[in-house]
C-alpha cells in the first residue's frame, strides 16, 4: 500500500474538523432546552401550514363560505376555537393562515437577505466609493420605518399581499447590508481571502466563494430572529386592512374582525392573536439557541 494512501489528505483532515464542529454546535443547541422547543414550535407551525387542508374540520370555511346560522358560536366539539361572525370555523381558518404568515414571513426575508447580504459584500469588500453610496442608501432606507413604507406603497398600488412583502423587503434589506458589511471588513484581511487574491481570483469570486460561506451563520441566526418580527408586522398591516384581504385567512385580518366583540365573543380574536404570539415566540427561541450554537452575535 502506498504512503499516500496512508496519509490522511488534507481535504479529508478539513471535512472531518467540519463535522466535529458541526457536532460541538449540535451538541450545544440541544444542551438549550428553550431552544429545542422553539424549534418544536416552528415545526408544529410549519406542519400546520403544509396539512392545513387534512387537518381543518372545515377546510371549506378558508375560503369564501359563509355559515351566518353558525355565526358566533363558543368553542365546541364540532368548532374547537368557535366560530366568527360570519360562521366560519376558527380553526380552520387558522391553520390554513399559517400559510399565509409563513408564505409572508419566507419571501420577505427571502428578497431581503438576496439584497442586502449582495449589496453589503460589495460594499464591505470593495470600499470606496462603492461602500460610500450604499451605506449611505442604507441610510436612508433605515430611516423609514418599515409599516411607514408598506402603508404608502399600498396607498400607491393598492391593497395587495403582494404589494406588502416588496414593500417590507425594501424596509429590510437595509439590516442585512449593514451585517454583511461589518462581517467583510472583519474577516477580509484573512489569509484564506489573501491567497486567493494572490491566486489572480477576481472581487465576484473572492466575496462569494470565499467571504459569503464564512459569514452564513451571522445571517441564518438574524434571519430567524426576524422571522417572527416581519411575521407581526405582516399582521399588524393586515389588521389595519392591508395585505391580504378577504376572505382570505390572515391572522391580522381576524383578530381585526373581532376586535368589536371581544367582550361578547372573546374567542373570535383570542385564538389568532395566540397563534401570533406562539409562531412569534417560537422563532426567538429558536434563534437563541442558532446565536449559541453558532456563538456568534448579531444586532
Do not use: C
Amino acid at each position: 500500500m502506498s504512503a499516500k494512501k496512508l496519509l490522511p489528505t488534507t481535504e479529508g483532515l478539513v471535512r472531518e474538523e467540519r463535522r466535529e464542529q458541526l457536532r460541538r454546535s449540535a451538541s450545544r443547541f440541544a444542551e438549550n432546552k428553550l431552544s429545542v422547543v422553539g424549534l418544536i414550535m416552528i415545526l408544529l407551525i410549519f406542519g400546520a401550514g403544509l396539512f392545513a387542508p387534512f387537518l381543518a374540520p372545515h377546510p371549506g370555511d378558508a375560503g369564501d363560505e359563509v355559515h351566518f346560522e353558525q355565526q358566533s358560536q363558543a368553542p365546541s366539539f364540532e368548532h374547537p376555537l368557535g366560530t366568527d361572525t360570519a360562521g366560519r370555523d376558527i380553526f380552520s381558518r387558522i391553520l390554513f393562515g399559517a400559510r399565509i404568515s409563513l408564505l409572508l414571513g419566507v419571501t420577505v426575508l427571502s428578497i431581503a437577505v438576496t439584497i442586502g447580504v449582495t449589496l453589503g459584500l460589495i460594499a464591505g469588500y470593495l470600499g470606496g466609493w462603492p461602500n460610500m453610496v450604499i451605506m449611505r442608501t442604507t441610510d436612508v432606507f433605515l430611516s423609514i420605518p418599515p409599516i411607514l413604507l408598506a402603508l404608502a406603497v399600498n396607498a400607491a398600488l393598492g391593497q395587495s399581499l403582494w404589494y406588502t412583502m416588496i414593500a417590507l423587503s425594501f424596509a429590510w434589506w437595509t439590516w442585512y447590508a449593514r451585517l454583511a458589511q461589518g462581517e467583510v471588513l472583519s474577516i477580509k484581511e484573512e489569509e484564506y481571502v489573501e491567497v486567493s487574491e494572490s491566486l489572480g481570483a477576481g472581487w465576484v469570486r473572492v466575496i462569494f466563494k470565499e467571504i459569503l460561506p464564512n459569514i452564513v451563520a451571522p445571517i441564518t441566526v438574524k434571519a430567524t430572529l426576524d422571522m417572527g418580527f416581519v411575521i407581526l408586522v405582516g399582521a399588524g398591516l393586515s389588521f389595519l386592512g392591508l395585505g391580504a384581504q378577504p376572505p382570505t385567512p390572515d391572522w391580522g385580518a381576524m383578530i381585526a374582525n373581532g376586535r368589536d366583540y371581544v367582550t361578547n365573543y372573546w374567542w373570535i380574536a383570542t385564538f389568532p392573536g395566540l397563534a401570533i404570539s406562539f409562531t412569534v415566540l417560537g422563532f426567538n427561541l429558536l434563534g437563541d439557541g442558532l446565536r449559541d450554537m453558532f456563538d456568534v452575535e448579531v444586532e
